[in-house]
């Protein structure tokens, strides 16, 4: 505190970093050890955990062919071995996120692999790693095992964020609110749909520069666009 590096949990809510972000930077250091909290290790956490959301969403919304490959198992149940054995190796939370991300990385690895024409699997490929529904399964209940202890793949930032808010507010510290988090508590999910739905009408008309604007224009609000083979989707940063 004397030296100026002094940070609650509400400076940084206000900052517009998102409280699942800074639990998992805490969390991922073994509590044995000491934590040297830097920004860029939050930083660092905040894309840990879109990576994490992006990955699950595309798991779910994929259109994959019913069954099971041999390799998506197997990896999903060693990344769920593995996890157990570090949190119960002394609750090595460090150890315990890699197999994680192993595992993520594998999956997009495989979804990658599968074919354009609605996610079917190339037979004509059969060495490289695909993706089926039942490996889908597979890793989902893997990463609902990892949810259940480090709590940051199901969205619950909003609610911290906007206690945090209210109480700048009520005490006259807005001040201390960065602008884009203003302007992001601003934009309703309706809001982000409407301009979506705008963005996609702009694109069937050939209206690119119109298109890119709203793109833009949200961007700058905090909200990212993926186009993908299933449609639009959407991300608050």
């Known amino acids: 505190k004397s030296e ?12 517009g970093y998102k409280a699942s972000a800074i639990r998992l930077a805490l969390i991922s250091v073994p509590y044995r050890h000491q934590l040297n909290f830097t920004f860029d290790g939050l930083i660092e956490a905040t894309s840990a955990v879109d990576r994490l959301r992006t990955f699950v969403a595309r798991l779910k919304a994929a ?18 071995q593995e996890f157990r054995a570090a949190l119960e190796n002394d609750l090595n939370t460090a150890e315990a996120r890699a197999p994680i991300f192993d595992l993520v990385r594998l999956g997009n690895t495989a979804l ?25 399964k597979a890793i989902l ?6 949810d259940s202890v480090f709590s940051v793949i199901d969205d619950h930032d909003a609610e911290p964020t906007r206690a945090a ?3 700048a507010e009520a005490n006259g510290k807005m001040d201390l609110v960065a602008p884009e988090l203003i302007a992001q508590s601003t934009l309703t999910d309706a809001d982000i749909e409407a301009r979506i739905a705008e963005r996609n009408l702009a ?35």
């Open 4 to 15: 100026g590096n002094f940070y609650t949990l509400r400076d940084l809510l206000l900052k």
């Open 63 to 80: 259109n994959l062919a019913s069954g099971a490959t041999e390799a998506m198992t197997a990896a999903a149940a060693r990344a769920h």
């Open 112 to 136: 990658d692999q599968n074919t354009p024409d609605q996610n079917t699997p190339d037979q004509n490929a059969p060495n490289r790693a695909q993706m089926k529904a039942d490996d889908r």
């Open 141 to 146: 209940r893997v990463l609902d095992a990892f």
């Open 165 to 167: 808010l209210a109480w």
């Open 203 to 237: 694109r069937k008309q050939r209206n690119f520069r119109r298109s890119d604007e709203i793109r833009d224009q949200l961007a700058s609000l905090g909200v990212i666009l993926e186009d993908s083979r299933d449609g639009v989707r959407w991300k608050r940063k």
